[in-house]
């Protein structure tokens, strides 16, 4: 272990010689990957902070079936049998039934306009059952059991209450397929951007590694150094592009703490955890090693 530690030890060194000799160069393409890195990175940061909310709303269907406003009770009663059998035909199935006297104190405790609703005189509200159907079985009968839920005498409306969450996980879906489709285009670019830096390092050194290989270097020992040159370029740039999407949570959550407050929320953007945010720098770094092994790969086997 002592000589491969001495070995990549020597070419640390050497990368970080690099470096202190063209300070200005170096951190003018940090810059550059960093501005590559800031876009996925503050999209990699908001689906993180979305996931737990997604997580907790219920996806399985469900569906409030209101009766017509001069629908007795014992008509209500009538139809309860038939309104479980069709929803058991979907699978497990829960049935609630509503009373408009409930519904109407529910609407006065949530919207604060009891006094308003008040002056209404009679209930404006019917009896309604809610119905929760089992995801895994009844999410693709749900527009044919609204149909057969609508046809049944009595019944005014069918809403489908939880519509609104699937457009939500299908939207998140396609705001993750978005993002790593920018994600791969964006690394595209880092590897380009490394690959000719390491291209103009390997330039100005060749006569130092053509003399280094007549000395009897190996390949190896000549590759390492730009390999980490490569690594730190794109470890430098993560960690400013992450400082950069921290610094803009900030002005960012003054924004939305407004904006939650009005629906009685304390929501805010958190920045990325310690292994997220190990990952996505060993993702960075990763992406400056590939595009330093492509460059001196190419390039190093015109030296001779």
Not at 166 to 178: N, P, Q, Y
């Given at each position: 272990m002592s000589p491969w530690i001495r070995q990549h030890s020597f070419a640390l060194g050497s990368?970080?010689?690099?470096?202190?000799?063209?300070?200005?160069?170096?951190?003018?393409n940090v810059l550059v990957v960093a501005f590559a890195l800031m876009l996925p990175f503050?999209?990699?940061t908001l689906l993180d902070n979305v996931r737990p909310l997604s997580e907790q709303l219920s996806v399985d269907?469900?569906?409030?079936?209101?009766?017509?406003?001069?629908?007795?009770?014992?008509?209500?009663?009538?139809?309860q049998p038939r309104i479980r059998a069709i929803a058991a035909a979907g699978g497990k199935a829960e049935l609630e039934f509503v009373p408009r006297e409930r519904a109407l104190a529910a609407m006065k405790d949530r919207s604060g306009l009891g006094d308003v609703l008040d002056t209404l005189g009679d209930n404006p509200l019917p009896d309604s059952f809610r119905m929760r159907l089992d995801g895994s079985s009844a999410a693709?009968?749900?527009?044919?059991?609204?149909?057969?839920?609508?046809?049944?005498?009595?019944?005014?409306?069918?809403?489908?209450?939880s519509a609104w969450?699937?457009?939500?996980?299908?939207?998140?879906?396609?705001?993750?397929?978005?993002l790593l489709l920018l994600a791969l285009t964006l690394g595209v670019v880092v590897i380009a951007v490394v690959f000719n830096?390491?291209?103009?390092?390997?330039?100005?050194?060749?006569?130092?590694?053509a003399v280094s290989k007549l000395l009897g270097a190996t390949d190896n020992f000549i590759h390492r150094p730009f390999y980490y040159t490569g690594a730190l370029l794109g470890l430098c740039a993560g960690a400013v592009a992450l400082g950069a999407v921290l610094l803009a949570l900030a002005p960012l959550n003054a924004a939305i703490a407004d904006f939650a407050r009005l629906?009685?929320?304390?929501?805010?953007?958190?920045?990325?955890?310690?292994?997220?945010?190990?990952g996505v720098l060993a993702i960075s770094a990763g992406l400056g090693l590939i595009g330093a092994m492509l460059s001196v790969q190419r390039h190093l086997a015109r030296v001779r």
């Open positions: 990368a970080l010689s690099t470096v202190r000799k063209a300070p200005g160069s170096f951190l003018f503050a999209g990699i269907p469900e569906l409030s079936v209101f009766l017509e406003l001069d629908a007795t009770r014992e008509q209500a009663a009538a139809l693709s009968q749900v527009d044919a059991i609204s149909a057969q839920l609508r046809a049944l005498p009595g019944v005014d409306v069918v809403q489908v209450d969450v699937k457009r939500l996980a299908a939207m998140l879906a396609i705001l993750r397929l978005a830096t390491i291209r103009l390092q390997v330039l100005t050194q060749k006569e130092e590694i629906y009685a929320s304390e929501f805010q953007l958190a920045p990325l955890g310690a292994l997220e945010t190990a």
